[in-house]
């Protein structure tokens, strides 16, 4: 069972950027992707990046292309996700997960084991 730690949660100003980190200890059997989803009140979870395990490439829905890079760190089992030119809307809460597939819209249902969160507030 991997067990996923997010940081680098916080506040931020329009435009602004954040980087946020997840570490992951343990094993996720049958995982091929690491992604990032968000939450933000009254609304459903969201994937906002996810890398392949394998091979690196990296998917992102249209809200984050661009914005948005999601990276990993063998050595350190570690995803980061950098997230700038950061608008009120991203402001949610960010879950980092293990996930069965990877997609540029990933589904909460791929999600094996999930982290517990760390929040992004983006002030206008």
């Known amino acids: 069972q991997v067990q996923l730690a997010e940081s680098g949660g916080g506040s931020v100003q329009t435009g602004g950027s954040l980087r946020l980190s997840c570490a992951a200890s343990?094993?996720?059997?049958?995982?091929?992707?690491m992604a990032w989803f968000r939450q933000a009140l009254g609304n459903e979870r969201e994937a906002v990046a996810s890398i392949a395990i394998l091979g690196d490439h990296t998917y992102y829905p249209d809200s984050t292309k661009g914005r948005f890079t999601i990276s990993q760190d063998d050595a350190k089992n570690t995803v980061n996700l950098q997230m700038n030119s950061l608008k009120p809307e991203d402001t949610a809460m960010y879950y980092c997960?293990?996930?069965?597939?990877?997609?540029?819209?990933?589904?909460?249902?791929?999600?094996?084991?999930w982290g517990q969160g760390t929040q992004v507030t983006v002030s206008s």
């Open positions: 997960a293990a996930t069965r597939w990877c997609s540029a819209t990933l589904s909460p249902s791929a999600v094996i084991s």
């Open positions: 343990g094993v996720a059997r049958n995982a091929v992707c």
